[in-house]
């Protein structure tokens, strides 16, 4: 999926894409918070992966998506991006008790 499909909201009528689904609760991850591959697809987290690796959108946060046990699924690149926003980790893992998006199962 293109970054200009997934920033563009369906048109009137049409049912919104699980993909477009998942981009957007992606998008709505505040900075300093994670969510978790089940928070941003219910059901269904290794769909969340398959969204985020196909993404093309430089602006897309993926970084903000960790796995529900807190650890990184692209390690210290994604740790040092999180780090700068103020997420606190504990050795490789976010600390979920504080760091979890509210409304996180």
């Known amino acids: 999926m293109s970054a200009e499909t997934a920033k563009t909201l369906p048109e009137e009528g049409f049912l919104r894409s699980r993909e ?3 981009l957007e609760r992606v ?9 978790t591959y089940g928070d941003v697809s219910p ?5 969340a992966g398959t969204v985020l690796f196909q993404a093309d959108d430089p602006d897309l ?8 046990d807190g ?9 040092a991006l999180l780090r700068a926003e103020g997420v606190p980790l504990r050795g ?3 600390d979920m008790s504080s760091a ?3 409304g996180g199962s």
Do not use: M, T
């Not at 998008?27 to 969510?35: A, H, I, K, W």
């Not at 946060?61 to 529900?68: D, F, L, S």
């Not at 650890?71 to 740790?79: F, I, N, P, T, Y």
């Open 61 to 68: 946060p993926w970084w903000r998506v960790v796995r529900a």
């Open 20 to 22: 477009f689904e998942v």
């Open 43 to 47: 059901g269904a987290p290794r769909f």
């Open 27 to 35: 998008r709505e991850s505040p900075v300093g918070f994670v969510s």
């Open 100 to 102: 979890r998006l509210p």
């Open 71 to 79: 650890s990184l699924a692209k390690g210290d690149r994604q740790a």
């Open 92 to 94: 490789k893992r976010v």
